[in-house]
């Protein structure tokens, strides 16, 4: 793939306001498998690192992100931080953006094998029943309050030497319990940080679509 292509499959997921270049570095890097530099709109692409078209692909639309990210802050009048290349929560949820527009245009597929398949599956089922035992160990340490109330004993005093558990991991398993999805660890955490009721409806709604925790976090700003 050329240079002058890879700018093209870039440019039909979104135009950017400002023009780039594409660079194969015709290298191999073991720290980066790309970079951008947003002084002078320049992606430079390590090509020597992929094995697959799919791969640079991937990293190009990485890339292309922070151009995207940096047109935007310039057209705001906004200081870059950070030389344009910080991956902010707006960082991946744009990338993330990107990424469904070039799977469903066919430049970059996610396909995985049937055993990879199998043990994604299986991460996911037990990130799910990490999730499902906080809600368990909620609904008991509500329990454990109550009683504690009825028998004018300290809540906290238990959490500390009966439990040995910090006040910050009850209280979140005691907010999970509440949450009736299914999810995962870091997707509680995102529903979990969020007071506004309407807020939070609004991520769950994010994420129960397939949306990625970045994608539903920024959506509702």
Known sequence: MTNEKIKEVLLSLEKADIDFS???TGKASKKVNGLYRPATFEIFLHN???TTENELIYTAIHEYTHHLINCKQKKLGIEVKNGG???TT????KFDDLLEKAVEAKIYTRERSKDLSVLIEEAKEIDREIVNLKKK?????????EKSQEESIRFEDILSHD???SKNTAEKCLKTKNIEENFGQDEMETVLKVKNSHTRQNIINGLKKGKTINQASVSIK
């Open 85 to 87: 290349k910080s991956h």
């Open 90 to 93: 707006e960082f991946w949820a």
């Open 48 to 50: 020597k690192n992929f």
């Open 163 to 165: 439990l040995n558990i």
């Open 22 to 24: 594409v660079t194969q």
């Open 137 to 145: 160990l909620g609904k008991i340490l509500s329990e454990i309050h």
